[in-house]
């Protein structure tokens, strides 16, 4: 005979949870009240204890808290990249996320000119202020922006160039990331590459002999996520441009990452910048707006008037058009350069690109001994020289003096010890993000900022339960 199964009704329990259906909506919680009844009868028909109502009414808070929590969750970049695509590129400056709320909260002038009175354009939000930046005026040159840097590319090919050929070094048909690769784009673009030279060494006759009557420009493409060594020879765009303005094509140059300032003088590895390119004689350039500016995702093209103007007149130039609460971070992110002797305070990637070593290091021996005291006897925990990486395609060769926290498990075969402290550390509240290497995870303190330690140290206390949880407790 089987024996009847005890349990509170729903509507006892929706009674009891008055506070999660005001937070949360009745749909969500009666659904949650329901899956926790049933796992219980399942559970006690399999011979586990039957949950009385308080463990259910936790049971049913818990899975409620599950349910509403956002996907998109903030985390602990621990991982030794700067820029790292998957963990959301650069973060924004207060200025830019302040102006991006206001934005939200409100109707903004986005495409209403407030001295005329008539319709605007969205491009003129940001645009000057670029143009100021890079050190071009208008009317001869025009700015406009997109929602990537592969979709200006793609724009620009397909304004440009359609039904047509574009030139490009074979040394520079880039893999972008995602699988996606120049040649690619270039396809959707509708436009025909023409590889000119190898894959280590093109001259400028190679340009000069591809060059036809179908021939609508000629094309750079920054190579920021590779670098080849050795016998290697690549054609100035000085030299490039020159060459197309003699037979009338003007010069497309794809930075990828792109920044606004003089990287070395920072004291970081040089990084050409759009004003090298136009001053070059560069007719166009594309640059991301995520990774070295600093700012919101968004592919920016600047250049000759003329060019922008069929760049604009486009359909793909609506589909691919940047929304107004981009448009203000972008806005209020190049407002930040025009103090190049504050950026280092004021824009994140550059304040986090430029943290000394000896301030990273001090962070991590900080954080040494609480994370050991929440490991207990599972690792041991050490405060290590690394090196960081900018990350998002940009300078792949070059690495920053960093310094990481080290959890090394004992025994020859710490896997699996391993993989529970990366499950662990991934389910804290604000998950924790590191890496594998050497037999060992490395949590990198570059990106550990002195205001966020706090945060990071209190979710500590949770690590022996999740530990626990995944069977590697301390």
């Known amino acids: 005979m089987n024996k009847t199964i005890q349990l509170p009704s729903v509507n006892r329990l929706l009674q009891r949870s008055g506070a999660l259906v005001a937070d949360h909506g009745r749909p969500l919680v009666t659904a949650c009240i329901r899956a926790e009844l049933a796992a219980g009868r399942a559970g006690a028909r399999n011979g586990l204890p039957t949950?009385?109502?308080?463990?259910?009414?936790?049971?049913?808070?818990?899975?409620?808290?599950?349910?509403?929590?956002?996907n998109l969750r903030p985390v602990f970049n621990l991982t030794g990249t700067v820029l790292h695509t998957n963990l959301g590129r650069a973060q924004l400056a207060d200025e830019a996320i302040a102006l991006m709320a206001d934005a939200a909260r409100s109707p903004c002038a986005l495409e209403y000119d407030l001295e005329s009175g008539a319709r605007g354009d969205r491009d003129d939000l940001f645009a000057p202020l670029l143009l100021e930046l890079v050190g071009v005026g208008a009317p001869d040159f025009a700015a406009t922006v997109v929602n990537n840097?592969?979709?200006?590319?793609?724009?620009?090919?397909?304004?440009?160039?359609?039904g047509k050929e574009a030139i490009v070094s074979r040394g520079e048909l880039v893999e972008i990331g995602g699988a996606f690769r120049i040649p690619d784009v270039m396809r959707r673009a509708q436009a025909r590459l023409v590889e000119v030279g190898t894959t280590n060494r093109t001259h400028a006759r190679d340009y000069a002999e591809a060059i036809g009557p179908k021939t609508a420009l000629l094309m750079k493409v920054h190579t920021s996520n590779y670098a080849i060594s050795g016998f290697t020879h690549a054609v100035a765009e000085a030299d490039v441009a020159a060459l197309g303005h003699a037979r009338n094509l003007p010069l497309l140059v794809d930075l990828g990452s792109g920044t606004l300032v003089d990287f070395a003088a920072y004291g970081l590895p040089p990084e050409p910048t759009p004003q090298q390119s136009l001053a070059a004689g560069a007719d166009l350039v594309t640059f991301s707006g995520d990774k070295l500016l600093g700012g919101p995702q968004a592919g920016i093209i600047v250049g000759r008037a003329a060019l922008i103007e069929r760049i604009k007149k486009n359909p793909l130039k609506r589909a691919l058009r940047v929304n107004k609460t981009t448009?203000?971070?972008?806005?209020?992110?190049?407002?930040?350069?025009?103090?190049?002797?504050?950026?280092?305070?004021?824009?994140?990637?550059?304040?986090?690109?430029?943290?000394?070593?000896?301030?990273?290091?001090?962070?991590?021996?900080?954080?040494?001994?609480?994370?050991?005291?929440?490991?207990?006897?599972?690792?041991?925990?050490?405060?290590?020289?690394?090196?960081?990486?900018?990350?998002?395609?940009?300078?792949?060769?070059?690495?920053?003096?960093?310094?990481?926290?080290?959890?090394?498990?004992?025994?020859?075969?710490?896997?699996?010890?391993?993989?529970?402290?990366?499950?662990?550390?991934?389910r804290l509240p604000r998950p924790v993000i590191g890496h594998v290497r050497d037999d060992a995870l490395w949590l990198d303190a570059r990106c550990l900022e002195e205001p966020d330690e706090a945060a990071f140290v209190a979710q500590l206390a949770a690590l022996p339960r999740l530990l626990a949880e995944s069977g590697g407790a301390p």
């Open 51 to 70: 949950p009385d109502e308080a463990e259910l009414l936790l049971a049913v808070a818990s899975r409620v808290a599950r349910a509403a929590r956002p």
């Open 327 to 426: 448009l203000a971070a972008l806005e209020a992110t190049l407002r930040l350069y025009r103090d190049p002797a504050t950026l280092t305070q004021r824009l994140p990637t550059l304040r986090l690109l430029t943290r000394p070593e000896s301030a990273v290091a001090a962070a991590a021996a900080r954080l040494v001994p609480p994370l050991q005291a929440a490991l207990g006897n599972l690792v041991a925990v050490a405060c290590e020289p690394c090196l960081s990486q900018i990350g998002s395609g940009a300078l792949p060769v070059e690495r920053l003096p960093s310094a990481a926290l080290v959890l090394q498990p004992p025994g020859k075969h710490p896997g699996k010890t391993l993989r529970r402290l990366e499950d662990a550390l991934r």
């Open 149 to 162: 840097n592969a979709a200006a590319v793609l724009l620009a090919l397909n304004s440009l160039a359609r």
